[in-house]
Nanobody, 131 residues
Framework: EVQLQASGGGLVQAGESLRLSCAVS????????ISWFRQGPAKERSGVSS????????YYSDSVKGRFTASSDNAENTVYLQMDNLKPEDTGVYSCAVREQHTTDQQMKVMWGATFVYDYWGQGTLVTVSS
């Protein structure tokens, strides 16, 4: 059974940093993508970043581009999201999800932020950014 464990959330002030981790267990393929989604207060869940394990290709939402960096430790099956220069609008519950299928460059570019393409989800970790 595939399981994802997200951690690293907390309360920080605007301008500070946090690093989230998503540990994946039970996955047998090395050809998958892991994405981070967040859901802020009274907001829809939206994609934040995505990384493809086999080659490290990443995508980011426009709102976090240049501030957030996704990386992966393939030996540990763990994906990280380094979040710098945090803003109050980054507040929300951050969840990681895995798509355990081969994903082409075109597919990833078009659909990484769509929740329905993912096979498994982890529980969320709360990030609160105060102004």
């Amino acid at each position: 059974e595939v399981q994802l464990q997200a951690s690293g959330g907390g309360l920080v002030q605007a301008g500070e940093s946090l690093r989230l981790s998503c540990a994946v267990s039970g996955i047998t393929s090395d050809d998958y993508i892991i994405s981070w989604f967040r859901q802020g207060p009274a907001k829809e869940r939206s994609g934040v970043s995505s990384i493809r394990r086999r080659d490290g290709v990443t995508y980011y939402s426009d709102s976090v581009k240049g501030r957030f960096t996704a990386s992966s430790d393939n030996a540990e099956n763990t994906v990280y999201l380094q979040m710098d220069n945090l803003k109050p609008e980054d507040t929300g519950v951050y969840s990681c999800a895995v798509r355990e299928q081969h994903t082409t460059d075109q597919q990833m570019k078009v659909m990484w932020g769509a929740t329905f393409v993912y096979d498994y989800w982890g529980q969320g970790t709360l990030v609160t950014v105060s102004s």
